[in-house]
């Protein structure tokens, strides 16, 4: 069997376990049993859209929460922590539901986000990977990112340990035990943003397998090629989407920590590595894909010169003439660009670090309002 066959096969092997969804992450399965449990419930035949879904997944575990804090009567506990935090009992109530609801989404987009790259690759990327161990590492992060016994138990002992850090801290805050139902929420919560992190982990992932890929590009100026533009948007939304979980976790802590700038400025430079990181693996990922696409095509053309150049026509005026018309080629290819780094990616990035600094900004709006009085 030749290796073109092995290669073909190997793309229509995962293009059909693709189109078969085959491929479920643990969030895919979570969503669906919960679309059944709801269909049941409301005896409804179409299935929720994902916006619904949040907000029904939203509701349920906080009044899940304040349930369990009534039967065991720690609602006195949530108010103290509220208090301690200079939140009222019912703003206390709406923060809670809105750091449930904000965790669910970013589960939520960021799953969609790796499902869009499912698809980009089964109607796209597959049809251009011109190598099997392309394609064999492709499926191995597939393997990864559906790995649902190990996605689960990344949830379930991130929650756990998160959810039991949580309360030890909020219960030395308080100087007395949350209780036992609060702690049920930590967990809870802490599970779902457990889920989120190994997603995440799967999405930094990604570009690092891209650097040993091959994809057939545009041979002229593999760059500007509109495969990969497809591909640097996809990676560019995770950017934005680090940056936006980024500017709510500084939100979230400039509202719970007041005072101190010196913190606050502290944690916005601390998340900016991790936006930054990202970027700078898309981008390497990227460039490598480009530079060996550049390399295949000027390895083909100094081929066909060295054959002219041995042949024995050397030195008639047609074989010199389409020498040097391929050196001239070979000259353009190898000036193209070996990125995808351009004023625009540049400013994508800067938009991307100003959103942490601008969460910063409304956490101080007080402080930034009275300079102006």
């Known amino acids: ?30 969503l669906a049993w919960t679309n ?14 994902l916006w619904l879904m949040t ?19 720690d609602l006195t506990n949530f108010r103290n922590v509220a208090e301690t935090f200079g939140f009222g009992y019912g703003l206390g109530v709406l923060l809670l539901i809105s750091i449930v609801a904000l965790t669910i989404a970013t589960v939520i987009v960021i799953n969609q986000s790796i499902r869009r790259i499912f698809v980009l690759w089964r109607d796209d990327i597959l049809d251009a990977s011109e190598s099997v161990t392309s394609l064999q590492e492709f499926e191995d992060w597939l393997g990864k990112a559906c790995n649902l016994r190990l996605h689960f138990l990344v949830a379930i002992f991130g929650g756990l340990l998160g959810g039991l850090f949580g309360m030890a801290s909020i219960s030395t805050l308080l100087g007395a035990f949350v209780g036992y139902a609060t702690t049920f929420g930590f967990i809870i919560l802490n599970m779902f943003s457990a889920a989120f992190y ?8 990604l570009p690092m397998i891209l650097r040993r890929y091959d994809l057939k590009l545009f041979a002229a100026d593999p760059a500007t090629s509109e495969l990969l533009s497809r591909l640097s948007g996809e990676l560019g939304f995770f950017v934005y989407f680090i940056a936006f979980f980024s500017a709510l976790i500084t939100l979230a802590m ?10 606050g400025i502290a944690l916005v430079l601390g998340l900016w590595l991790p936006i930054i990181a990202m970027f700078v693996l898309n981008q390497t990922g990227l460039s490598s894909i480009i530079r060996r696409a550049k390399w295949k095509t000027l390895n083909e053309i100094q081929a066909r010169v060295e054959k002219l150049h041995a042949s024995e026509k050397l ?3 047609d074989t010199m003439e389409a020498i040097n018309r391929l050196m001239d080629y070979y000259d353009r290819i190898k000036s193209t660009r070996n990125s995808r780094v351009d004023l625009g990616a540049v400013l994508n990035l800067i938009n991307s670090l100003l959103l942490p600094l601008l969460a910063l900004a409304l956490g101080n709006i007080d402080k930034i309002l009275a300079l102006f009085k």
């Open 315 to 317: 030195g008639e005026k």
């Open 198 to 205: 190994y997603q995440l982990a799967m999405v930094i992932l």
């Open 1 to 30: 069997m030749t290796t073109d066959t092995v290669l073909i096969e190997k793309r229509e092997e995962l293009k059909r376990r693709l189109a078969a969804g085959e491929y479920k992450t643990l969030v895919d399965v979570f």
């Open 36 to 49: 059944r449990v709801i269909q049941k419930l409301t005896r409804q035949t179409k299935p929720l859209p």
């Open 55 to 73: 907000v029904f997944l939203s509701l349920t575990i906080s009044l899940i929460a304040f349930g369990a804090s009534y039967v065991v009567g």
């Open 254 to 263: 400039t509202t719970l920590i007041r005072g101190s700038q010196v913190i």
